[in-house]
C-alpha cells in the first residue's frame, strides 16, 4: 500500500533528530502484515467518550511525570500503579493527549480484560511498532527489512517480536539530537498471562540501550504480584502508589472532577445556578475517596435518567440506607432501578439480567447487540429495553453493530462477587454460553463457507470482506472462544454436546479458525477439552479429543496457509484407523479418487519442526516442559513451543556452526556452544544474550548447565574441559587429560562431577571441586559422541561410533551393559528423568529407546531421512525430541507402544518408478534389489521380480506394449522381465559399472542402458544379445532416451556433452557442446528433429540433424533435472530446484508460464526432483542423483493456459495447474517419482510406494 507523509511548517507528529524546511517523501507501507489490537490507542474510537483529567486535577502528579519525562537523566520507566477505580487510565490517557500536542508520542497501547486482542499481548508488539513507524519515517526501511525477512513475524514469541520489529530497528537509528519519545502502556495487570506480565516488563526495560532516541516508558496497573516481582529486578524505575496519595490531594481532585459534570447536567437542564449545593457535592466527595470510578458512576447515575434530581435522590438515598461495601455503594443503585418498576416482574427481569448482563461481563471479547441477540436466541429490543438503564455501567453505542462494552472492570468484579440478588453464577453462565456458542456453530457452520474456488485457495489471498460475510460476528466469536467458556465453567455438563457438535463439524470448524487466521489455538483448545474431560468422560470421546488433536498437529501449517486442505491433504494422508479418517474421510475433493498408501495407525512422531536451514546438531527441552531449544549449522539456535510446534524465537550471535545447545533447570537462561570457539549465554524469555565466554582455542562441541545452575561446562576440540560461573561469566577450571576432541560433557545431579567423552576412545569423570580426574572409563575402540549421567547419578550412558551404546557404574567404573541394534555410529544419548529408559540417535536415521535394567530395546522410532544428531527426553518423560542432518527437529511420543507400523513395498529405499504407457502399471525398482509391479488403479502389489544381487536397482521402464520391464543395477546389468507373469526373461551382461538408465525403443526392438563406465549399449530385446556399444563420453552416462522413430539415441553425460548416435550403425552422429555442468535430462521431439537437453540452470535446444544449437532458454536459477517436448513439438516442459516449472515456446525460446512454489511454504530438501505429466497424456518421469539436493514446494500457474493435466512438486500436487492436494513433510521427500496423465506414483526411502490418482474435473 502506498502512502506519502509531507508537511509544511508546524506538525504536530513526532519529528527525530533535526527536520528543516519543507519535508515531501513517499514510501511503500511495510506494516500490512503487522495486524494490530483493534482499539488499544488512547484516542481510538472505541474509548473516543473516556475521560481525560480536568484542568486543575492530578495538577502535582501530572507535573512530576512531565518533569521525569523530560530529565536527562530521568528512570527509563514511571510506573503509576493503584488500585482499581482510582483514576489511572484516566491518568494515561491525560498523559498520552499532552505528549501527542507536543510531538513526543510514540506509542500507546491500553490493555483491556473482556476485549480479546487487548486483553493479552499478542499484538503488544506490533501494534507499538505500527504506531512508532506511522510517526517516524526514519524506522520505515528497518521495520521494512525485518517484515520482509520474517513475514511471520507477528506470530513469533514476544521476545522475537520486540527484539526484530522494536529494539533492532531503534538501535540502528541514526540522528544527531536524540528527542523524548513516550511510551505508554495502561493496564498492564489486565494482560491474561502472568508469564507475559514478567516478559512484558524485562523487554520494555532493555529498550534504555536504545541511544538514538530518549525513551521514556509511562506504565499503569494494579499492584499485582507478578508486575511488583518483575519491577524488583530492575532499579531503572520510577513508581508512584496513586491511592497513596494525600487524602486532600484525591479530594480535591474529586470535588473538581464533580462540579464540572454537575455543573454540566445544570447547563442542559437549565437548573437553578446553586444546584445541587455544597452540601450534596461534599457529601459526593466523601462517599467517593479515594475513588475516582464512585464519582464517574455517580454522575452518569444522575445524568443517565430523564429526571436527574429524582435520580440524585435515590442515589443519596440508597448510600443513606446500607453500611454495604463501596462497590456495593457504587453498583446497586444502578441495578436495583430494574427491579423497582411496576410494570416488570422482578423475578423476570432478574432472569433476563442474569442471561444478558450475565454474558456480558463473561465474554472474552465484547459483542454487539445485534451479535448478542443471536448468540443468545433473544430479540434485539428485549437486550435494548435491558440495557436502557444501565448507562452509568455499560457503554451502549447507538449503533446496534458496534460492541457493549464494560466501562470498569471493576463491575464485572462487583456482579461475579456479589452477594446480592444480582449475583452473576460465573460456572453456571459461562456453561450457558458454551451451549450457545455450540448451537451458533451448528446452524451457521459447513464445509466452503466462503464458497471458494479451489482447494488450493490460500488464506492470504481471501479478502477479510469474503470471510467476514460469510462467518457473521457471533459466529466468529463462538468459533474462538467456546472453548474458554468450556474451561470456565469447570463442569462436565456440556461434554456430551460438545461431543456431538465435533463428531459433525470438527473439519467445519477447524476450516473457521483458519480462515478467521487462528488455527495456532487450537492446540491449546485441545489440550484443554481434553483436561476438562478428565477421567468421566466415556472413551470414545477421550479417543477422539486424542484423534482431533494429532489431527491438528499434523495439519495446523497447512491449513493456516489453505484452509481447504483440511478437506485434502488433512484427510487423505490420515492413519487407516483414525476416528476422524472414519467419520470424514468422504468430505474429501471428488477429484480424489485413489489414495496413497499410509499407516494403520498414528505412529509416535507427533510434530515436525521446520525452519532450520541446516543441520540441527543440538536439541533440548526446557525444564517447564514449555519450550524446545535447538542448535544449527545455519548458525543460529531456535527456541520452540513445545505443545504447539511454532517458532518461538531465533537466537543469533554465533559467526559459525551451533554444536550443542541447553536450558538452565529454571528454564530461564539457554547455553549454547560453537564451531566459532565462543560459548554463549542467552535469556530464553527475551532472546537476549547475556553473555560471551571466550577462551577456548578450537570448536566448543558440547556445554551443560549445573542443576543448581551456577555452572556451565564446556568440552572443545582443543582436548579441554571448562567450568564457567553463570552470573559473571568468569572462568573457574580447566580439565586437562584428554588426548583427544572432547565430544560430550554433562554434569551429575548432585553438582559433584563432570563426565566427558573423547575421540581419544574413553569417558572421564571428573572431581568438579578440584578439577582431579576421578575415573576413566575404557572399552571403546572408536570415538565416543555421547556421554550423561542418570537422574539418581548411578550410571553413566555413551554413545559411540562403534554403532554402541553402553551402561557404566559411575561409582566403579564398571561396564554394565552393552546396546546393540543400531546399524550406525550413535551421536546422541540421554536418559530419561527417572533413570528406567535411555533414549538413543544415530546415523541410521533412527532412535531407539533402551530399558536401562534388561538392556532390551523398547522402541524405534523411524521418520528421520538423514542421520540423528541429537535426542533429549522431556522432563516428564512423556515426550523425545530429535535433532538431524535433515535439517528438522521431530517429536515424539515416547509412551506410545504401538506395533511397529509394516507398509507394502521394498524393504529399502526406491530409486525408481516408471508408468507403463497405457497407465494401467507402475513398476518400481529399490536399492534392496528387487522390482515391484503395482496395478495403477488399486495401488495393489502385481509382482515381486528378483533377480538383481548387488547395491540396488537404478533404472527402470516398461516397453510401450507394456509387455516387458527392463531393470539397470548396480550390479552391472539388465535384466529383461515378462511383465503379466514376472518371469526373468533375459540377463544383459557386458557394462563394467553401475547401470544408471534403461529406455525401449518405440518399436520395442531394442534396450539402451547408460552407464558409469561412460558407454551407452544397444541390447536385442527379443535375444538378449549386444546389438552396439557407444562409446565416445569421458564421463558417467546418466539419462538415455530413443527418438520416436528408434533410428537414434540421445545420451546426457557428467562430460558436460551430449550425444546423438545412429541405432542401426552405432556411429556418432553428433555431439552437442555447449553445457558448463552435468546433463541430467535428454529428450527428442516427436518428429525427431531437435532434442532438448537440462544442465545447470539452462535448458538447450539443439538440431538433431546438424548438432548446431538452436536456442538457450533461461530463466532457471537453480538446476534443472527434467525436460520433455510437448506431442506436438510446440513446448519444452522444464524442472528445476529453484522450486519452478517452466514451460517454454520451441519457436522463440520465450517463458510461457512458470509454476510457482508459494513463498510462504515450508522448504523442503528432497533429493529428487519435482515431476510433471507430459502434453496430450505422453510421460515424463524423472530421478537425479543423491549427491544432490533440492528445494521445492508448491506449484501454482501464474500465466498462459495449457493442458497440463498433473504437475507435481515436493509439496504441492496440480490439477490443470490448480493446486489440490499438499504433501505433507513425510510423503514429501519421496526419492523417486513419475507421473501418467491424472496419476502420481511416489517411491520413498522407507521401500513404500504411494499411488495417487485423480478425476480431472476442475474445481469444488
Sequence with gaps: MASSVSFHGSNDGMQIGNNYGTVNASFTDPLDKLPIAEGAEFDSYADQHEDFCLPGTRSELLSQIFEWAESSDGKCIFWLNGMAGTGKSTIARTVAGSFKKRGQLGATFFFKRGEADRSNAKYLISTITKQLVTKHQPLVPAVLKAIEKNPNISSKSLSQQFDTLLLQPLLGLKVDQPATVMLIIDALDECDRENDLRTILKLLFRLQEVKSVCLRIFLTSRPELPIRLGFRQSNNHQDLVLHELPKPVI???????????????????????????DEVINELVRMSTPLFIFAATAYRFVNGGR??????????????????SQMDKIYLPVLNQLIHSDEDDPTEVLKEFQDIIGTIILLATPLSIISLARLL??????????????????????????????????????????????????????????????????????????????????????????????????????????????????????????????????????????????????????????????????????????????????????????????????????????????????????????LPQVEDNWSPGLQTLEGHSGLVHSVAFSHDGQMVVSGSYDNTIKLWDAKTGSELQTLKGHSSWVYSVAFSHDSQMVVSGSDDNTIKLWDAKTGSELQTLKDHSDSVHSVAFSHNDQMVV???????????????????????????????????????????????????????KTGSELQTLEGYLRYIYSVAFSHDDQMVVSGSYDNTIKLWDAKTGSLLQTLKGHSSHVYSVAFSHDSQMVVSGSDDKTIKLWDTKTGSELQT????????????????????????????????????SSELQIFKGHSDSIRSVAFSHDGQMVVSGSRDNTIKLWDAKTGSELQTLKGHSHMGVNSVAFSHDGQMVASGSSDETIKLWDAKTGSELHTLKGHSHWVNSVAFSHDGQMVASGSDDHTIKLWDVKTGSELQT???????????????????????????????????????????????????????????????????????????????????????????????????????ISCSDDNTIKLWDVKTGSELQTLKSHPDSVNSVAPYNSVVSALHAEELTSTKPTSISQRCDGCRPTSHNFNLQASLSDSWVALAGENILWLPIEHRRFTASAVKEATLALGYDDGRVSIIGFHTGKGI
Excluded at 1097 to 1119: C, P
Aim: a negative charge; hydrophobic letters at 35%; charged letters at 20%.
Design 714 to 768: 564446556s568440552g572443545s576440540d582443543d582436548k579441554t574441559i571448562k567450568l564457567w560461573n553463570t552470573k559473571t561469566g568468569s572462568e573457574l577450571q580447566t580439565l586437562r587429560g584428554h588426548y583427544g576432541h572432547i565430544y560430550s560433557v554433562a554434569f551429575s545431579h548432585n553438582d559433584q562431577i563432570v563426565v566427558s567423552g573423547s575421540d581419544d576412545y574413553t569417558i572421564k569423570l571428573w572431581d568438579i
Design 1030 to 1132: 557407444l562409446k565416445g563420453h569421458s564421463g558417467r552416462v546418466k539419462p538415455v532416451a530413443f527418438s520416436y522413430d528408434s533410428q537414434m539415441v540421445v545420451s546426457g553425460s557428467d562430460d558436460y556433452t551430449v550425444k546423438l548416435w545412429d541405432t542401426k550403425t552405432g556411429s556418432e552422429l553428433q555431439t552437442l557442446e555447449g553445457h558448463s555442468s552435468w546433463v541430467y535430462s535428454v529428450a527428442f521431439s516427436h518428429d525427431g528433429q531437435m532434442v532438448v537437453s537440462g544442465s545447470g540452470g539452462t535448458i538447450k535446444l539443439w538440431d538433431a540433424k546438424t548438432g548446431s544449437e538452436l536456442r538457450t532458454l533461461k530463466g532457471h536459477s537453480g538446476d534443472i533435472y527434467s525436460v520433455v517436448f510437448s506431442y506436438d513439438g510446440q513446448m519444452v
Design 251 to 277: 479530594e480535591h481532585d474529586i470535588r473538581l472532577y464533580l462540579e464540572d459534570k454537575f455543573s454540566t447536567i445544570r447547563k442542559e437542564r437549565s437548573f437553578a445556578s446553586n444546584w445541587p449545593g
Design 861 to 896: 522410532l523411524k521418520g528421520h531421512s538423514n542421520g540423528v544428531y541429537s535426542v533429549a527426553f522431556s522432563y516428564d518423560d512423556q515426550m523425545v525430541a530429535s535433532g538431524s542432518r535433515d535439517n528438522t527437529i521431530k517429536l515424539w511420543n515416547a509412551k506410545t
Design 377 to 594: 436466541h433473544l430479540s434485539a429490543e428485549d437486550i435494548i429495553e435491558l440495557l436502557d438503564p444501565l448507562h452509568s455501567v455499560l457503554h451502549i453505542p447507538t449503533n446496534s453493530g458496534a460492541p457493549v462494552r464494560i466501562l470498569h472492570l471493576s463491575f464485572r468484579d462487583f456482579l461475579i462477587n456479589a452477594t446480592s440478588i444480582f449475583h452473576v453464577d460465573e460456572k453456571e453462565t459461562h456453561q450457558k454460553i458454551v451451549l450457545h456458542c455450540l448451537s451458533i456453530m451448528d446452524t451457521g457452520l459447513k464445509q466452503n463457507i466462503c464458497g471458494l474456488s479451489s482447494y488450493g485457495t490460500q488464506r492470504t489471498n481471501i479478502d477479510n470482506e469474503v470471510i467476514n460475510k460469510h462467518l457473521s460476528a457471533d459466529l466468529q466469536y463462538s468459533c474462538r472462544y467456546w472453548v474458554y467458556h468450556f474451561e470456565h465453567s469447570h463442569s462436565h455438563i456440556t461434554m456430551p454436546s460438545a461431543f456431538d457438535f465435533m463428531k459433525k463439524h470438527l473439519l467445519h470448524w477447524l476450516e473457521a479458525l483458519s480462515l478467521m487466521d487462528i488455527i495456532s489455538e487450537a492446540v491449546a483448545m485441545m489440550d484443554i477439552l481434553q483436561s476438562g474431560a478428565g477421567d468421566d468422560v466415556d472413551t470414545e470421546f477421550s479417543n477422539f479429543l486424542y484423534d482431533a488433536k494429532r489431527f491438528i498437529l499434523k495439519n495446523t501449517y497447512i491449513a493456516s496457509l489453505a484452509p481447504l486442505q483440511l478437506y485434502c491433504s488433512g484427510l487423505v494422508f490420515l492413519p487407516m484407523q483414525s476416528t476422524i479418517r472414519k467419520i470424514f474421510l468422504d468430505s474429501r475433493p471428488k477429484q480424489i479418487h485413489m
Design 307 to 324: 429526571h436527574p434530581k429524582r435520580q440524585l435522590q435515590k442515589f443519596l438515598a440508597s448510600q443513606a440506607a446500607t453500611s454495604a
